[in-house]
């Protein structure tokens, strides 16, 4: 169980790592402190670096996420750490439990890149992604001609990659106009975060472009954001639950190696990332690095894809606790 199997690297998202309260199937149990918060947080960073982790993925609306990564990285000092953040969104839960209204609040103006802009370049050096959190033509960031001009200048004065995550059944269509974009000749996005998984597979083809075109493909939510565990909630998903429980079986791994293999074989984005909430479930994440799914199972995992309207109908009634 030594040599990885695939060019597809295994990075950690700090979703789950930097606030009390997420989308969640279930997370009882957790002390949801925020001194219990950073301690897990340090020891799933360490965790993963030992394991070979590099790139590691934070957003201003991860609560606590970029103060947790930045001061982990600093205390740390490894040369070879990778690290990718966002703007756009602003957490506003304050860490209150059992938050009611939307924990994070979406602003794609000018004076919100320059406000988070601020506290995210103090991740430099290793800082090498820098990208629009959930690009959406209704938010009006992709026709924005002073944002766009701004992250042009981000990246002529540090070297970043600028670039876009998305979400929603619209995936395919923000991704191809997104890139197009040019100002005064110059393309502005260079990396894709975007979901893909064995039930949302709308994002195929254009993500086979996107890597044709020697752009960064980073693939978030693998699990479906825990969807792809059995449960008594989605019946419909029993079919797919009977296939993912064999193949764990089969490769002695859990069903979540086995869905980050699946994104791994099937596409071979340049990193899949884990959401790992704790260190238990980074290194069962972490086993899908050894081994690789065949043809045919590919191939009948595929088959259990959905409609992409219905996937994310599905995920907007997911809770966060
Ligand atoms: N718009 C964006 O840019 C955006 C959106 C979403 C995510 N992301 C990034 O992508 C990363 C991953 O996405 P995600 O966490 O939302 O979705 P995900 O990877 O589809 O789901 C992760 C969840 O699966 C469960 N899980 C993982 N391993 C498990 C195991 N071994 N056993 C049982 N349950 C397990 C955990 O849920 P429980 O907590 O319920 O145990 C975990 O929080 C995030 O951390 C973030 O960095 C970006």
Redesign the pocket.
Known sequence: MTEKKSKTEIGL????LGRPE??????SGRDKSEVAFRTNAFKVLDDAYEKGVRYF???PSYGKGEAFLKDWNDSRNYTDVVLGT?WGYTYVADWQLGYEGAHEVKEHSLAKLTEQWEVSQYLLPALEYY?V??ATFESGVLQNKPVLEKLLEIKRTTGLKIGI?T?GSNQNEVIENALQIRINGEVVFDSF?VTF?MLEQATLSVLQDVKAQGKKLII???????RV?ENEKYPHYQSLYAKLQSLAERYEV?V?AIALRYVMDALQPDFV?????DI??LE??LKANYFTLSEDELAQLSKEKVDSRKYWEERSKLSWD
């Open positions: 998202g700090m979703a789950a997420y989308i969640n199937i279930d997370s993925d934070t957003a966002k990208q959190h959930s995550s979400s975060q998984n978030k939510e693998a699990m479906a954001n825990g565990f859990g979540d990332l884990s959401g790992a909430a238990k479930q069962q994440n």
